[in-house]
């Protein structure tokens, strides 16, 4: 295999799909197999002509869509243009990651597999169906698939016979190496890459929106906060109609960064840079500036609040000496203790620095360098839009459920994103978000005389909020919104807004009030008993039917 390199591509929306690639490209290096993993849209697929051996992972997103990271590479290889032969040299296999309870099952995996067979590419096994229904979740498909793909590798491309595969306890290099600076005295501005203002807002580039407000608008005894936060984005060169969506990264909290450093025996106040380890490394990622403090690495890029995947454990297990926490850990780590991390990690919702905190031997001896090997980076959130810049121009309005919940640990569990919103208040100063603005999948009609039932339970309502305000002012009033909530009393969101609305005649309201009477009341009720309006809007008005939330 010395003169071959395996290409790993992977489309991911949540990064499982790039997860599952960065694992096989370790298995790859302990079978002293050059390797590159990189995600699809990051890579020149003009150059797939030329490659030998490549692993495509891929996840299905919406309704069959492709993952927002292979989007272009996706036009590209279904150009009609593309010659019948034109891959013929390439060795591949796909590995899609999906859940089967929907009706577009790996829907991405399938399409790609049949258009690389017709672009004359050689399959090396069937693509792979990894489902999250499976007894033994993804890992049930994927570890077979990778068992019989490593017997056709090592087939077609064996090992020189000086050379033997690493063992699963010997660690692997890292990605990168950190260098910290020696004089701490200087200390420089940390200042990641934002928008220029010229090209719109995007993820390598978010846009600093200042927070304007951020409202608590159920009732101060309620169970559930729910915030309305609204930002200013004069001057951002955001665009966007109803339907759209907000996109941001979160950061973790004080409290867990201290905690981190404290484990990790790390100064937040050290600064770095970071150097790839070698040529088949992917570039130091972007939104790193260099040089980085330990601080803005831990607080905004490492994901040390979430679930940690079994590759996580798998990594862990390469770094202790204590041989308690090792046995445990390879446990985890391994296909017959998926039961016994289930129950550790997944149930009770454990996070990676709680795990850790759990091992302390391991942690004491993990090195500074593995951090972006076993930490994935924080992934972005999306809000729908809950305004229109025609109601409320240079602002953008959302509605957020704030995640609070028990499991059996001590510790309540608490949604990263929505926890750092709530905790965001405009009169603390001048507080910015990052953020950006990402087509959403929900399209109103222009025309005026087109009617539109929307129905819109909880914090479901949002897009609809929006795609009655952008209709209003352009004075489309068939707007027929069915809401539902608890209690009128303590969850009706933007209820002083829907009257006067309903008093203008911009809109017809139905509410479902599901605890404010014995017998519960929901929004689907509510639609049967305005089956024969809602049939004469759709019949007679062309009216579109919309549900969210």
């Not at 759990?358 to 809000?383: C, G, K, M, W």
């Not at 509510?526 to 939330?549: C, D, M, P, S, T």
Request: with cysteine; aromatic share 10%; net charge neutral.
């Amino acid at each position: 295999m010395s003169s071959h390199t395996l290409l790993l591509l992977y489309g991911s929306q949540t990064g499982t799909a790039q997860d599952t690639a960065e694992r096989i490209g370790r298995q790859a290096q302990r079978r002293r197999i050059a390797v590159r993993v990189q995600a699809l849209d990051a890579y020149s697929v003009a150059n797939l002509i030329s490659e030998a051996l490549v692993v495509f992972v891929c996840s299905t997103t919406g309704q069959g869509d492709p993952p927002d990271n292979m989007k272009n590479f996706w036009r590209f290889l279904f150009r009609k243009s593309l010659p019948s032969g034109s891959l013929c040299r390439l060795d591949y296999a796909v590995l899609g990651l999906g859940d089967s309870s929907y009706p577009k099952f790996n829907f991405v995996a399938k399409k790609l597999h049949k258009r690389l067979l017709q672009l004359g590419a050689n399959a090396l096994l069937p693509v792979g169906l990894a489902d999250d229904q499976h007894d033994l979740g993804p890992d049930g498909v994927i570890d077979p698939w990778l068992n019989l793909f490593w017997q056709k590798v090592l087939t077609l491309y064996p090992l020189p016979a000086d050379l033997s595969p690493l063992r699963d306890e010997d660690p692997l290099p890292p990605r990168y190496v950190f260098h910290f600076l020696d004089d701490a005295t200087e200390k420089p501005v940390v200042k990641p890459l934002l928008t220029d203002g010229q090209a719109p807002p995007s993820s390598a580039r978010p846009f600093p929106a200042r927070v304007v407000s951020n409202q608590r608008v159920t009732a101060a005894g309620h169970f559930q906060d729910v915030r309305q936060i609204e930002f200013d984005i004069t001057a951002s060169n955001i665009q966007y109609s109803a339907g759209d969506v907000l996109m941001m990264r979160p950061c973790n909290s004080p409290e867990d960064v201290d905690q981190f450093c404290q484990l990790l025996r790390l100064n937040p106040d050290h600064y770095f840079v970071l150097t790839p380890t070698d040529n088949n490394t992917a570039p130091v990622p972007v939104r790193l500036p260099q040089p980085c403090s330990v601080r803005f690495l831990v607080q905004e890029f490492l994901d040390i609040a979430a679930v940690p995947r079994r590759s996580f454990f798998e990594l862990l297990a390469t770094f202790t000496t204590n041989e308690l926490e090792r046995e445990k850990l390879q446990e985890f780590s391994s296909a017959e203790g998926q039961d016994e991390l289930h129950s550790y990690c997944n149930r009770p919702r454990r996070t990676a620095l709680e795990v850790l905190a759990d091992f302390p031997h391991t942690t004491a001896e993990l090195n500074v360098n593995y951090l972006l090997d076993l930490f994935p980076e924080i992934q972005p959130r999306s809000f729908s839009i809950a305004s229109s810049l025609l109601e409320h121009p240079n602002r953008i309005q959302i509605l957020v459920a704030v995640v609070k919940y028990k499991t059996r640990l001590l510790k309540p569990r608490k949604g990263l994103c929505s926890s750092w919103l709530a905790s965001l208040e405009s009169s603390s100063g001048d507080v910015r978000v990052p953020l950006w603005v990402k087509k959403g999948g929900l399209k109103f009609p222009q025309d005026p005389d087109i009617s539109v039932i929307m129905v819109g339970p909880g914090t479901g309502v949002a897009p609809f909020r929006a795609a009655i305000q952008e209709r209003v002012a352009q004075g489309e009033t068939a707007n027929v919104l069915f809401f539902g909530c608890r209690s009128e009393s303590k969850d009706f969101y933007c209820r002083v807004e829907w009257e006067q609305k309903i008093q203008a005649g911009h809109m017809t309201l139905f509410t479902a009030f599901s605890r404010d009477q014995e017998d519960k009341v929901y929004v689907q009720h509510r639609v049967k008993e305005q089956a024969k309006l809602v049939w004469e809007l759709i019949e007679n008005k062309n009216a579109f039917f919309y549900i969210a939330g």
